[in-house]
């Protein structure tokens, strides 16, 4: 394995409730007969947690409320050995807590109460030294882009949910990651993008480009799908990763594509982040 790359995420930490049903409720729809169960998660910590399990060195800065729902929601990551220093607690505000339905078939349903996530600030963003910086949406754009305007390493933006973002928070990205819907929300945004753009399509793989040229195309591995709650997270966490090792762009996007495959293999946002072993095998 190359030398440890050290990896800083800005980003959300929720507690998941989870209902698994035999399948999706459709608008104004009951579904009853569900199980219930409790999962740390948020796409920050989820990805700090996936990044720190495929070999790098982690360290997350997050806001969550001063409750019982954030000793819950950071758990794993404090047992993974993720760096939570600059994970700060605010008193005013509750950890973000999401709902999730996930059906028989691994598909998934979300609402996202973002609670503490929407109080973290610029005057948050005292990032470690690292090799390269992960982001998403959940936290407010005015954070990120303090983040990115101050770090000098490789910037990797999940554009995720899709909300607007001014342009200059994409153009500071080396690598933007979107899933298809993803794509179509954002539209021309991404079309003049000079750096790399991941798009993903579920089982049926990714595509990497830059600047608007295709440089790999990849398919993961087939897998038996229990529930795709973190995939996405883990691909994003794994190509960073696989790039700032140094990896060229082809089997940087098959390691990527393997590690969301893994994690769709288990229930749970953080308990289904595969190792790297678990990944080398695939």
């Given at each position: 394995m190359p030398d440890r790359k050290k990896i800083v995420v800005v980003?959300?930490?929720?507690?998941?409730i989870v209902v698994t049903v035999d399948r999706l409720p459709v608008a104004g729809e009951t579904v009853s007969g569900g199980t219930l169960s409790q999962f740390p998660g948020g796409k920050g910590a989820n990805q700090a947690l996936a990044a720190k399990r495929l070999g790098a060195d982690v360290s997350l800065v997050a806001c969550v409320?001063?409750?019982?729902?954030?000793?819950?929601?950071?758990?794993?990551?404090?047992?993974?050995?993720?760096?939570?220093?600059?994970?700060?607690?605010?008193?005013?505000a509750a950890t973000g807590v999401a709902l999730i339905a996930?059906?028989?078939?691994?598909?998934?349903?979300?609402?996202?109460?973002?609670?503490?996530?929407?109080?973290?600030?610029?005057?948050?963003?005292?990032?470690?030294?690292?090799?390269?910086?992960?982001?998403?949406?959940?936290?407010?754009?005015a954070t990120l882009q303090s983040a990115t305007e101050s770090f000098a390493g490789f910037i990797s933006i999940?554009?995720?949910?899709?909300?607007?973002?001014?342009?200059?928070?994409?153009?500071?990205?080396?690598?933007?990651?979107?899933?298809?819907?993803?794509?179509?929300?954002?539209?021309?945004?991404?079309?003049?993008?000079?750096?790399?753009?991941?798009?993903?399509?579920?089982?049926e793989g990714a595509v990497l480009m830059k600047g608007g040229e295709v440089v790999a195309r990849s398919r993961p591995p087939a897998i038996e799908v229990v529930d795709t709650t973190g995939a996405g997270d883990t691909f994003t966490a794994a190509l960073t990763l696989a790039i700032i090792e140094g990896h060229d762009f082809q089997a940087a996007l098959?390691?990527?594509?393997?590690?969301?495959?893994?994690?769709?293999?288990?229930a749970g946002a953080q308990p289904s982040l595969p190792s790297r072993a678990e990944v080398d095998s695939l």
């Amino acid at each position: 394995m190359p030398d440890r790359k050290k990896i800083v995420v800005v980003g959300s930490v929720n507690l998941d409730i989870v209902v698994t049903v035999d399948r999706l409720p459709v608008a104004g729809e009951t579904v009853s007969g569900g199980t219930l169960s409790q999962f740390p998660g948020g796409k920050g910590a989820n990805q700090a947690l996936a990044a720190k399990r495929l070999g790098a060195d982690v360290s997350l800065v997050a806001c969550v409320g001063d409750d019982a729902n954030a000793d819950a929601a950071l758990a794993l990551l404090r047992k993974g050995g993720v760096d939570l220093s600059a994970c700060r607690r605010d008193e005013a505000a509750a950890t973000g807590v999401a709902l999730i339905a996930v059906s028989s078939d691994g598909e998934n349903q979300i609402v996202v109460v973002p609670g503490a996530n929407r109080v973290s600030t610029p005057e948050d963003m005292n990032l470690p030294e690292a090799d390269a910086l992960i982001c998403q949406l959940e936290v407010p754009v005015a954070t990120l882009q303090s983040a990115t305007e101050s770090f000098a390493g490789f910037i990797s933006i999940n554009l995720a949910p899709a909300i607007d973002v001014p342009a200059d928070l994409i153009d500071s990205a080396d690598l933007v990651v979107v899933n298809e819907t993803e794509a179509a929300f954002y539209g021309d945004s991404l079309k003049g993008f000079a750096g790399l753009l991941a798009i993903t399509y579920g089982a049926e793989g990714a595509v990497l480009m830059k600047g608007g040229e295709v440089v790999a195309r990849s398919r993961p591995p087939a897998i038996e799908v229990v529930d795709t709650t973190g995939a996405g997270d883990t691909f994003t966490a794994a190509l960073t990763l696989a790039i700032i090792e140094g990896h060229d762009f082809q089997a940087a996007l098959d390691f990527a594509c393997a590690a969301g495959a893994a994690a769709a293999t288990r229930a749970g946002a953080q308990p289904s982040l595969p190792s790297r072993a678990e990944v080398d095998s695939l």
